[in-house]
T-cell receptor, first 115, second 115 residues
Framework: GAVVSQHPSRVICKSGTSVKIECRSL??????MFWYRQFPKKSLMLMAT?????????EQGVEKDKFLINHASLTLSTLTVTSAHPEDSSFYIC???????????FGPGTRLLVL | AQSVTQPDIHITVSEGASLELRCNYS??????LFWYVQSPGQGLQLLLK??????LVQGIKGFEAEFKRSQSSFNLRKPSVHWSDAAEYFC?????????????FGQGTELSVKP
């Protein structure tokens, strides 16, 4: 399958600061990537679709100004959690879509803890 | 409405026993169906997928799934479970690029394996 990396794998930050999470496609180009959020013992919640060279498409209820997404190259999408608060603590996972069946391949996830 | 239901939140099986994880979906168009597995603190790994053709699909790690259109189901099976199969399993349904390419996930089924 496709290879997707995320950095960092874990991050702890203070309330009010901003945190950037990187999602990279290590094999093929990815014009579309997805960002998910997962709470403990819960399923994945799609936050936004990241499109290379254009604005991200956010799901209903997701704050665009809070979760900034940039897809500046064909292999890199970033998610910035701005002015983080403890309720933003979560597991963030990215994926990329590849192949004729639009299969999504996932990164290893980033654990964010906001103190 | 589009949805995926995994009726079993938690299943425990003995090592060596057979396994079936249930998945039912509701999707307006021709669905692409997926099973993913997630180990604690990790991303999702694709087990198998169905998009057309033979309704019985084989995946990695000895898993298989059968698409039954009349029942709107895509159950995952394994004839003999290994202790390393203990994880969270997610069923997902999606569409083609023209349909947005997004995935809708079920709630997940946690599998425990008894020695």
């Amino acid at each position: 399958g496709a290879v997707v990396s995320q950095h960092p794998s874990r991050v702890i930050c203070k309330s009010g600061t901003s945190v950037k999470i990187e999602c990279r496609s290590l094999d093929f180009q990815a014009t579309t990537m997805f960002w998910y959020r997962q709470f403990p013992k819960k399923s994945l919640m799609l936050m936004a679709t990241s499109n290379e060279g254009s604005k991200a498409t956010y799901e209903q209820g997701v704050e665009k100004d809070k979760f900034l997404i940039n897809h500046a190259s064909l292999t890199l999408s970033t998610l910035t959690v701005t002015s983080a608060h403890p309720e933003d603590s979560s597991f963030y996972i990215c994926s990329k879509r590849q192949g004729p069946t639009e299969t999504q391949y996932f990164g290893p996830g980033t654990r964010l803890l906001v103190l | 409405a589009q949805s995926v239901t995994q009726p079993d939140i938690h299943i425990t099986v003995s090592e060596g026993a057979s396994l079936e994880l249930r998945c039912n979906y509701s999707y307006g168009a021709t669905p692409y169906l997926f099973w993913y597995v997630q180990s604690p603190g990790q991303g999702l790994q694709l087990l198998l997928k169905y998009f057309s053709g033979d309704t019985l699909v084989q995946g990695i790690k000895g898993f298989e799934a059968e698409f039954k259109r009349s029942q709107s189901s895509f159950n995952l099976r394994k004839p003999s479970v290994h202790w390393s199969d203990a994880a969270e399993y997610f069923c997902a349904v999606g569409g083609s690029y023209n349909q947005g390419g997004k995935l809708i996930f079920g709630q997940g089924t946690e599998l425990s394996v008894k020695p």
